[in-house]
Every structure is written in structure tokens, then in C-alpha cells.
């Protein structure tokens, strides 16, 4: 069974809004940090964003502070990253990933990160 799934991608114009969600299996992740990577064709993985486990702690990239916003909704062990704004750089395949350690303030480097999905494709068009 696969721990995270992605979903929410697609192409949208710039200026566009977008929400992601990443669906966990099992009810430890509720107990986890959550973040959302990207990965731009080329680049390497990127941190976006990031929330403790009651959710009360929030970190995102200065690059998206402004116009994405990280949520969780523990009851169905879900997390969101919603985008609005969205310019063609935020093109990239965007990644969740769980950290079991509950230290704060949530770490940006991915190797902290011990679950990771398989990401969803945004798209920006100019």
C-alpha cells in the first residue's frame, strides 16, 4: 500500500489557482510532519512547504509565501497545498512527504523526510 498519494494537479493559465492533496494510509501520519517538494525539469527537488502535526506550524519557501498556503485536515489524514497566483515557474512535478520526527520547526532539507509520494504534474502556462 502505497503511504502518500498526490492528486490535484493539472495545467492551468497563469494567474490560476490549483489545490493539492496527498492522502495518507495510516493513522500515524497524523502524528507526522507533512511538506510538499517540487521538482522543476532539470532542477533538483526544491522544499515548499511544510506543517507540524497539529498544524499549528507552518513553513513555506519565500518563492510561494504570499500565494500558497499548507493545511491538513487530521480526520482524513490528508494534507493540502493550495496555490493561487500561480506563475509558469511553479511548473514542476510537486512531491508530499512525511517526517516521523515530530521536532519543530519542520526541517527543509528532503533527506529528513521518510515517506515520500509520487508526485502530480503542475503545469503553468504563460
Known amino acids: 500500500q502505497v503511504p502518500l498519494v498526490e492528486s490535484g494537479g493539472g495545467l492551468v493559465q497563469a494567474g490560476g489557482s490549483l489545490r493539492l492533496s496527498c492522502a495518507a494510509s495510516?493513522?500515524?501520519?497524523?502524528?507526522?510532519?507533512m511538506c510538499w517538494f517540487r521538482q522543476a525539469p532539470g532542477q533538483e527537488r526544491a522544499f515548499v512547504a511544510a506543517?507540524?502535526?497539529?498544524?499549528?506550524?507552518?513553513d513555506l519557501a519565500e518563492s510561494v509565501k504570499g500565494r500558497f498556503t499548507i493545511s491538513r485536515d487530521n480526520a482524513k489524514i490528508t494534507v493540502y497545498l493550495q496555490m493561487n497566483s500561480l506563475k509558469s515557474e511553479d511548473t514542476a512535478v510537486y512531491f508530499c512527504?512525511?517526517?516521523?520526527?515530530?521536532?519543530?520547526?519542520?526541517?527543509?532539507?528532503?533527506?529528513?523526510?521518510?515517506?515520500w509520494g509520487q508526485g502530480t504534474q503542475v503545469t503553468v502556462s504563460s
Open positions: 495510516g493513522r500515524a501520519f497524523r502524528t507526522y510532519i
Open positions: 506543517i507540524s502535526a497539529g498544524g499549528s506550524v507552518t
Open positions: 512527504a512525511a517526517e516521523t520526527s515530530t521536532a519543530l520547526p519542520p526541517r527543509r532539507s528532503e533527506r529528513s523526510y521518510d515517506y
